[in-house]
């Protein structure tokens, strides 16, 4: 079993940058890959950015945050990140960290955080 936990989020204003930070206990978290989803009011949960499982390892954004946020982790801290530049108001939203095989689809996760929410304001 992997415990994960999410921290960093808070209420930041439009164009200001926030990073979530994911940390993992009980198993080690570097046989997993690591993904950050969100979810806003009333909306589907959805796919924000996804790290394999090595540290330095290949990632994959949602064509709304490439450019603007960066995943990465640090297995010998058994933590990821997901540095958040340039916020909009539209990344308001609770942001979940995932580990499990890979891909895009919340299915392939099977160990989730409690969340962290993010607001940003205009």
């Known amino acids: 079993q992997v415990q994960l936990v999410e921290s960093g989020g808070g209420l930041v204003q439009a164009g200001d940058a926030l990073r979530l930070s994911c940390a993992a206990s009980?198993?080690?978290?570097?046989?997993?890959?690591v993904a950050w989803f969100r979810q806003a009011p009333g909306k589907d949960r959805e796919f924000v950015a996804r790290i394999s499982w090595r540290s330095g390892g290949s990632t994959f954004y949602a064509d709304s945050v490439k450019g603007r946020f960066t995943i990465s982790r640090d297995n010998a801290k058994n933590t990821a990140y997901l540095q958040m530049d340039s916020l909009k108001p539209e990344d308001t939203a609770a942001y979940y960290c995932?580990?499990?095989?890979?891909?895009?689809?919340?299915?392939?996760?099977?160990?989730w955080g409690p969340g962290t929410q993010v607001t940003v304001s205009s």
């Open positions: 995932a580990a499990g095989v890979g891909g895009t689809r919340d299915r392939t996760y099977n160990y």
């Open positions: 009980g198993r080690t978290l570097n046989s997993y890959a």
